[in-house]
């Protein structure tokens, strides 16, 4: 298997662009999970989807944040209006289970300017 | 509220001897606990994982401890090599809350 899947890997975009990051899961994991890492408050769950069904979104920082999973092999973390404040590294995980393991994608780094 | 701390930001050893990584929390009860390192510019991978009725859980050079009692998780690196130095995260699980620990650098210096 590829492992997870993201792109894009880096986007640069301008304040109030609509951003959308894509994750593909390995085969066969029910549970995708969606991070944002930054040097000040590290790595922080954004929400997470089991069987397609997104569980807990409260990680989620504001509306401006959404996140679909419309099938078992694709999901999107999409931000609009996007603001400077954004900018980290956004990675998907997938799971076999809610609790198990993870399998971290590359990440996406996102600039905005 | 919840509060994991890894020890220092950064730790530095000399090449072959032990190193040792600590997680502590406050105000929350993880059935297991989870360790994963991180190199620049990649996505976490996972080590191991422990649960809470587990003591201590080995693989290869890695050991770790988790006494949940004193709310800690030890994380050791026995024979350490240069190849060792990442950022290492502790992750504390309890159904479907997952929360991962700052990291802790560690540098192996030949």
């Known amino acids: 298997d590829a492992g997870v899947i993201q792109s894009p890997r880096h986007e640069v975009t301008e304040m109030g662009q609509e951003v959308t990051l894509r994750c593909k899961p390995i085969s066969g994991h029910n549970s995708l999970f969606w991070y944002r890492q930054t040097m000040m408050r590290g790595l922080e769950l954004l929400i997470y989807f089991n069987n397609n069904v997104p569980i807990d979104d409260s990680g989620m920082p504001e509306d401006r944040f959404s996140a679909k999973m419309p099938n078992a092999s694709f999901s999107t973390l999409k931000i609009q209006p996007s603001e400077p404040r954004d900018s980290a590294v956004y990675f998907c995980?997938?799971?076999?289970?809610?609790?198990?393991?993870?399998?971290f994608g590359p990440g996406t780094r996102l600039t905005v300017l | 509220s919840q509060k994991i701390e890894q020890n220092s930001e950064a730790l530095n050893i000399q090449e072959g001897k032990t190193a040792t990584l600590t997680c502590n929390y406050t105000n929350y009860s993880p059935a297991y606990l989870q360790w994963y390192r991180q190199d620049p510019g990649r996505g976490p991978v996972f080590l191991l994982l422990i649960r809470e009725n587990e003591k201590e859980k080995r693989k290869e050079r890695l050991k770790v401890t988790f006494d949940t009692t004193l709310k800690q998780s030890l994380f050791h690196i026995t024979a350490s090599q240069p190849a060792d130095s990442a950022t290492y995260l502790c992750?504390?699980?309890?159904?479907?809350?997952?929360?991962f620990g700052p990291g802790t650098r560690l540098s192996v210096l030949p």
């Open positions: 992750a504390l699980v309890r159904g479907q809350n997952f929360v």
């Open positions: 995980a997938s799971s076999p289970g809610l609790a198990g393991e993870q399998f």
